[in-house]
Nanobody, 122 residues
């Protein structure tokens, strides 16, 4: 069984910083990429940033220059450093991983964390 466990998040004032982390655990054979999505009330879930096992990063224009994604392959952990936060960054942030578990006989599949709330407000 594979699990993604997120930590971090919370309440921060505009212009502040927060850090999120997400660790994948369980019967993992290989991790292809890990990333972060977010969903604000009434909105669709949107991609924030993804990082591959080779270190290639794809991130949203809305967070370029403010958010930084990084990854520790040895720990199967992905991080999201969020700086210069704005009220419009308020959302539930979800960790995502495309990986191959030992029980995934059909090939790699997507796994999701439980979500963590980020609120940017004065």
């Amino acid at each position: 069984q594979v699990q993604l466990v997120e930590s971090g998040g919370g309440l921060v004032q505009p212009g502040g910083s927060l850090s999120l982390s997400c660790a994948a655990s369980g019967s993992i054979f290989s991790v292809i990429f890990m990333g972060w999505y977010r969903q604000a009330p009434g909105n669709q879930r949107e991609l924030i940033a993804v990082i591959t096992s080779g270190g290639t990063i794809n991130d949203s224009d809305s967070v370029k220059g403010r958010f930084t994604i990084s990854r520790d392959d040895a720990k199967n952990t992905v991080y999201l450093q969020m700086n210069s936060l704005k009220p419009e960054d308020t959302a539930v942030y979800y960790c995502n991983a495309r990986l191959l578990g030992y029980r995934d006989l059909g090939g790699p599949r997507d796994y999701w964390g439980q979500g963590t709330q980020v609120t940017v407000s004065s």
